[in-house]
């Protein structure tokens, strides 16, 4: 039987159109970790602490929720090869997938999870899994960018994550003082905005980030936030950010395990604080487009917006897609020009009249 795909342009301005007391119950990270030993590099993913540092204290529930928030997923290799049609089938729009760790694994199973979120129909992203022990931010973030954590003007790709949080070969903090590890995030999401021109978002814990970073809000107005919390609510959130964009909320969920939902109100917020934006996956508007200024003398090429427009602008979580793309001749202005895009004529006065003809005397 067929899979209907909504159009992926719909989808992406559906989800980035912009994140009682219970008894807590701790669970190990995984088998290895539950046995006394550390697990084997490279097999870390998102969320692999929350069980073990923060357990889990109910899920999120009711209609309102489901209906406002789009559910998306998050994969590594640890899932293997992933039934995408049947993420699709229960409602999940959106995924992200894990493409390296450190500066020395890459995810096996990366090509098979990456292209079958996308040929499915979802926007899909890619994350890294820090381990500050290793080597700089900078070098992570460059191998990060080269092996999938890539971006691309396409309006189906999500900015890329930093996953940081909980190590789960040693100790929690991976041995750095919080000033440290504050130096050593910025030093990643630096190098990740240079290369990629957009802001990296930021997986953590509330509670890992006030021990590991001494609950540091210096990067809430750049990069948006992804809080995992296995609750009935996200909780407070780091300092710094006034809202969460993306919430992972269960590593319990259908077929994948982990499950997480968009904030819809964070695109609305986005958008009546101007400035940098925090996930858009294209650019602000330039000056000239703002100001309705048309600069010449530039061809664009396919997919690009007129010249003097700036970067198309899209819609959806993290705007990863849904804007109109310009299109080439015959779209912009009437007919008659020439070129790749058709100009305005210029402006003409009045048609010229013939002058009246000389007065007579009298005869």
């Given at each position: 039987m067929?899979?209907?795909?909504?159009?992926?342009?719909l989808?992406a301005?559906?989800?980035?159109?912009?994140?009682?007391?219970?008894?807590?119950?701790?669970?190990?990270?995984?088998?290895?970790?539950?046995?006394?030993?550390?697990?084997?590099?490279g097999?870390?993913?998102?969320?692999?602490?929350?069980?073990?540092?923060?357990?889990?204290?109910?899920?999120p529930?009711?209609p309102?929720?489901?209906?406002?928030?789009?559910?998306?997923?998050?994969?590594?290799g640890?899932q293997?090869?992933?039934?995408?049609?049947?993420?699709?089938?229960?409602?999940?729009?959106?995924?992200?997938?894990?493409?390296?760790?450190?500066?020395?694994y890459?995810?096996?199973?990366?090509?098979?999870?990456?292209?079958?979120?996308?040929?499915?129909?979802?926007?899909?992203?890619?994350?890294?899994f820090?381990?500050?022990?290793?080597?700089?931010?900078?070098?992570?973030?460059?191998?990060?960018?080269?092996n999938?954590?890539?971006?691309?003007?396409?309006?189906?790709?999500?900015p890329?994550?930093l996953?940081?949080?909980?190590?789960?070969?040693?100790?929690?903090?991976?041995?750095?003082?919080?000033?440290?590890?504050?130096?050593?995030?910025?030093?990643?999401?630096?190098?990740?905005?240079?290369?990629t021109?957009?802001?990296?978002?930021?997986?953590?814990?509330?509670?890992w980030?006030?021990?590991?970073?001494?609950?540091?809000?210096?990067?809430?107005?750049?990069?948006?936030?992804?809080?995992a919390?296995?609750?009935?609510s996200?909780?407070?959130?780091?300092?710094?950010?006034?809202?969460?964009?993306?919430?992972q909320?269960?590593?319990?969920?259908?077929?994948?395990?982990?499950?997480?939902?968009?904030n819809?109100?964070?695109?609305?917020?986005?958008?009546?604080?101007?400035?940098?934006?925090?996930?858009?996956?294209?650019?602000?508007?330039?000056?000239?487009?703002?100001r309705?200024?048309?600069?010449?003398?530039r061809?664009?090429?396919?997919?690009?917006?007129?010249?003097?427009?700036?970067?198309?602008?899209q819609?959806?979580?993290?705007?990863?897609?849904?804007?109109?793309p310009?299109r080439?001749?015959?779209?912009?202005r009437?007919?008659?020009?020439?070129?790749?895009?058709?100009?305005?004529?210029p402006?003409?006065?009045?048609p010229?009249?013939?002058?009246?003809?000389p007065?007579?005397?009298?005869a």
């Open positions: 067929s899979v209907l795909r909504p159009s992926r342009a989808l301005g559906a989800l980035l159109a912009a994140l009682a007391v219970s008894t807590v119950t701790p669970a190990s990270a995984d088998g290895s970790a539950a046995a006394g030993r550390p697990p084997a590099r097999s870390a993913h998102l969320g692999m602490g929350v069980l073990a540092h923060d357990g889990r204290q109910g899920d529930s009711g309102r929720a489901v209906a406002t928030q789009t559910e998306g997923v998050d994969v590594s640890h293997g090869n992933v039934d995408w049609a049947a993420l699709w089938n229960s409602g999940v729009k959106w995924a992200y997938v894990k493409a390296t760790e450190g500066t020395y890459k995810n096996t199973y990366f090509t098979q999870q990456y292209n079958g979120s996308y040929n499915i129909g979802m926007i899909r992203g890619t994350y890294h820090a381990t500050p022990d290793t080597t700089s931010g900078a070098a992570q973030a460059h191998y990060f960018v080269d999938g954590g890539g971006w691309s003007r396409d309006g189906k790709t999500l890329g994550v996953d940081i949080e909980w190590n789960p070969y040693g100790d929690a903090c991976y041995g750095r003082t919080q000033s440290q590890m504050v130096a050593w995030i910025r030093d990643f999401v630096t190098t990740y905005r240079a290369r021109g957009r802001d990296a978002v930021i997986y953590t814990a509330t509670s980030w006030t021990q590991c970073t001494g609950n540091y809000s210096g990067f809430g107005s750049t990069n948006p936030l992804w809080i919390r296995y609750a009935t996200v909780g407070t959130l780091p300092a710094g950010w006034p809202y969460y964009t993306m919430w909320y269960t590593s319990t969920g259908p077929i994948v395990g982990d499950h997480n939902r968009f819809p109100a964070s695109a609305s917020r986005r958008r009546g604080q101007g400035g940098r934006g925090r996930c858009r996956t294209h650019g602000p508007r330039s000056a000239s487009r703002r309705g200024v048309r600069r010449r003398g061809t664009p090429r396919d997919g690009q917006a007129p010249p003097g427009h700036g970067p198309v602008r819609a959806g979580p993290l705007r990863g897609g849904g804007g109109r310009w080439r001749r015959g779209s912009w009437g007919r008659g020009t020439r070129g790749p895009w058709r100009r305005r004529p402006a003409r006065g009045p010229r009249r013939a002058p009246p003809p007065a007579r005397g009298p």
